[in-house]
């Protein structure tokens, strides 16, 4: 053992470490992305920051892409949230717009990385609809919502 996880042993314990190199190992060599809308600040980030890391020692090969948008998209997506949460929501149709726009500008960016990977995971709603706008996928991607919908 070596690296990020060896850190890990005193705490888990050297099974626990082995046993996760051996799930991991017909998973070597894939192609993992994930996405989400910010690289720093929030719970999302905190996981990738450690995540990542963790799956490339696994032998995954594993990026980490973040989409870019404006105020329009932001708020909007911060109605999704409050709607997913249970408040009432009206969410004007600019701001929509503003929404599948800037997920189409970045699916634009992102659509050969996406595209090929064996495995896409999109966290929360700011990034959901590049799934419609990469059409030709060759692996699964996954929606991990992180909003307490309680």
């Known amino acids: 053992m070596s690296g ?6 005193p705490i888990v314990g050297a099974e626990v470490i082995d046993h996760l190199r051996h799930l991991a190992e017909p998973l070597r060599g894939s192609g993992v992305v994930h996405v989400n809308s910010t690289r720093e600040g929030g719970g999302v980030a905190e996981i990738l920051s450690w995540l990542i890391p963790f799956k490339q020692e696994l032998g995954l090969e ?3 892409e973040v989409i870019e948008g404006g105020p329009e998209f932001y708020q909007c997506t911060k109605s999704f949230h409050n ?3 249970g408040a009432p ?3 004007p149709p600019g701001q929509l717009a503003a ?7 970045n699916a634009e960016r992102l659509r ?3 595209s090929e990977a064996d495995f896409v995971f999109i966290h929360d709603p700011q990034p959901a609809p590049l799934l419609q ?9 996954v ?3 992180h909003i307490d919908l309680s």
């Open 83 to 85: 709607g997913l949460q």
């Open 89 to 91: 929501v009206a969410i």
């Open 133 to 141: 706008f990469c059409p030709e996928r060759r692996g699964k991607w």
């Open 4 to 9: 990020l996880l060896e850190k890990y042993v």
């Open 112 to 114: 050969g990385l996406l």
């Open 143 to 145: 929606w991990r919502c």
């Open 99 to 105: 929404y599948e726009q800037t997920n189409r500008d």
């Open 62 to 64: 594993t990026s980490w």
